[in-house]
T-cell receptor, first 110, second 117 residues
Framework: DQQVKQNSPSLSVQEGRISILNCDYT??????FLWYKKYPAEGPTFLIS?????DKNEDGRFTVFLNKSAKHLSLHIVPSQPGDSAVYFC?????????FGKGTRLHILP | NAGVMQNPRHLVRRRGQEARLRCSPM?????VYWYRQLPEEGLKFMVY????????ESGMPKERFSAEFPKEGPSILRIQQVVRGDSAAYFC???????????????FGSGTRLTVV
């Protein structure tokens, strides 16, 4: 049972435009969500998180939005840069561990 | 602080052999998590350990897989009698406290890529 779903395996965005990565979840009880970024042959690195008591968190070019009624969150990257090309994992903190989605591969086009 | 260290980076084993993957957490971190990434798949939680204790092994396959985090030394993920389906990238992460810090999450290592031939 996949409790965190990233339904888009890949996404291509023009450099300079906005990238929007989506994540759906099924569990209503959680503390917070996290986004991780992963380059090939490297470990995932933490990007940004959002608490269950908030609906938005911003850090530079990265903003995460949480819609609790729709059980949906999204990561916005603006403007998109070539170095943003990576796989992005949405993760839900539960029971002192993180459950991740399958990831979305983001391609930033020149 | 060298971060989370995993070794080896690459490991090749023949079917039926044992694979041992090592993880040294960040200095001061006593909580270790193992994840597996199969080809074209996401990061699957395997096991959560604290020094000398297994806290949550709900993601571990029932057979052939075991993990430990002794009082001294690195955490070890052991896979006995490996099969081709065990070929994957195995990532270790560590954290300072049980509740993953919201502001910076876990710190992951670079992973061990296991290939079973």
């Amino acid at each position: 049972d996949q409790q965190v779903k990233q339904n888009s395996p890949s996404l291509s965005v023009q450099e300079g435009r906005i990238s929007i990565l989506n994540c759906d979840y099924t569990n209503s009880m959680f503390d917070y969500f996290l986004w991780y970024k992963k380059y090939p042959a490297e470990g995932p690195t933490f990007l940004i998180s959002i608490s269950s008591i908030k609906d938005k968190n911003e850090d530079g070019r990265f903003t995460v939005f949480l819609n609790k009624s729709a059980k949906h969150l999204s990561l916005h990257i603006v403007p998109s840069q070539p170095g943003d090309s990576a796989v992005y994992f949405c993760g839900e903190n539960r029971d002192d561990k993180i459950i991740f989605g399958k990831g979305t591969r983001l391609h930033i086009l020149p | 602080n060298a971060g989370v260290m995993q070794n080896p980076r690459h490991l090749v084993r023949r079917r039926g052999q044992e694979a041992r993957l090592r993880c040294s957490p960040m200095k001061g971190h006593s909580h270790v998590y193992w994840y597996r990434q199969l080809p074209e798949e996401g990061l699957k939680f395997m096991v959560y350990l604290q020094k000398e204790n297994i806290i949550d092994e709900s993601g571990m396959p029932k057979e052939r897989f075991s993990a430990e985090f002794p009082k001294e030394g690195p955490s070890i993920l052991r896979i006995q009698q490996v099969v081709r389906g065990d070929s994957a990238a195995y990532f270790c992460a560590s954290s300072l406290t049980a509740a993953s810090p919201i502001n910076y999450g876990y710190t992951f290592g670079s992973g061990t890529r296991l290939t079973v031939v």
